[in-house]
């Protein structure tokens, strides 16, 4: 079993930063890929970047590329979402979640999920 807790989510401005943080707990956070999942008001829960259990492999989805970072720390068992130049269209509730094996782009691929942080983006 891992728990997942995010962190970091708020309300900001169109251009501005946020950094989530997903703190993990149970089983050994480094044999877990992880990925950031995002959800809208009405959406589908869609994937928004995933990072290998090592952190040398990442991968994004189009509309983030070049504004948000995902990384990790398997030392304090967290993981990280850099996120700038934040748009409108990036609101939602943003979750964690943690599969074994490689990572992939599909929210039902992955085994554990945290109860997720809202981010609002003012325009």
């Known amino acids: 079993q891992v728990h997942l807790v995010e962190s970091g989510g708020g309300l900001v401005q169109a251009g501005d930063s946020l950094r989530l943080s997903c703190a993990a707990s149970g089983r050994t956070f480094s044999g877990y890929a992880m990925g950031w999942f995002r959800q809208a008001p009405g959406k589908e829960r869609e994937f928004v970047a995933a990072i290998n259990w090592s952190g040398g492999s990442t991968y994004y989805t189009d509309s983030v590329k070049g504004r948000f970072t995902i990384s990790r720390d398997n030392a304090k068992n967290t993981v990280y979402l850099q996120m700038n130049s934040l748009k409108p269209e990036d609101a939602a509730v943003y979750y964690c979640?943690?599969?074994?094996?490689?990572?992939?782009?599909?929210?039902?691929?992955?085994?554990?999920w945290g109860q997720g942080t809202q981010v609002t983006v003012s325009s």
């Open positions: 979640a943690a599969k074994l094996g490689l990572y992939g782009v599909l929210p039902r691929g992955y085994d554990y």
